[in-house]
């Protein structure tokens, strides 16, 4: 069963379409990139598969399960914003706790898996800062912290990385592909940047007007582009 299948969706915004008929199956553990320049419509399909936006035709399943419908909360998956979103009256334990306080976890049990997380992305010196006290490396760490904490079936990255600088950016690449390989989570990333499409991703998809031109592994995409576009 797919982590995540995409069938035939299309997205229609009055007469103009956005989505094209957009086919993707993900396994779990796969880091899929969506690879465009602006306008390619790879925003508005991860906040389809999110339930911020509504397909205007085709089907979205998470875990085997149609989502069409479904509040997002509800579709077991996690978002990272480019802005953060923190919340800067709470503190970061707070912040990366905040879901599964909404969830009514235990307290014990909450705090275990705040402590856990924040070890796993080396932010545990931070956890009674507030946001405002913070760089944008490590609030993005937060953010981070905060979608891991809750173990969904699929994460969504919606240009994480482009509100950074570029040390800090190749910093938080390197960050991004070690969690990957020690978690195996399910995500989907968006980007317009060629370089963290190829170190991150298990397979890229390369969008251009609403369609996908070309599925494949990063080797496959670099080595043979199926068009003069992928090229």
Known sequence: MSALE????????????????????????????????????????????????????????????????????????????????????????????????????????????????????????????????LSGGQRQRVAIGRALVRKPQVFLFDEPLSNLDAKLRLEMRTELKRLHEMLRTTVVYVTHDQIEAMTLATRIAVMRDGRIEQLGTPEEIYSHPATLYVA
Request: charge should be positive; aromatic fraction near 4%.
């Open 6 to 133: 995409i069938r035939d969706v299309r997205k229609n915004y009055g007469s103009v379409e956005t989505l094209k008929g957009i086919d993707i199956a993900l396994e779990n553990g796969e880091f899929l990139v969506l690879l465009g320049s602006s306008g390619c419509g790879k925003s508005t399909l991860l906040n389809i598969i999110a339930g911020l936006a509504e397909a205007t035709s085709g089907d979205v399943k998470i875990g085997g399960r149609s989502v069409l419908g479904v509040h997002p909360k509800n579709r077991d998956i996690a978002m990272v914003f480019q802005s953060y979103a923190l919340y800067p009256n709470l503190t970061v334990r707070r912040n990366i706790g905040f879901g599964l306080e909404m969830r009514k976890v235990p307290a014990a049990e909450r705090d275990k898996a705040v402590r856990e997380t924040a070890k796993l992305l080396q932010i545990e010196n931070l956890l009674d800062r507030k946001p405002g006290q």
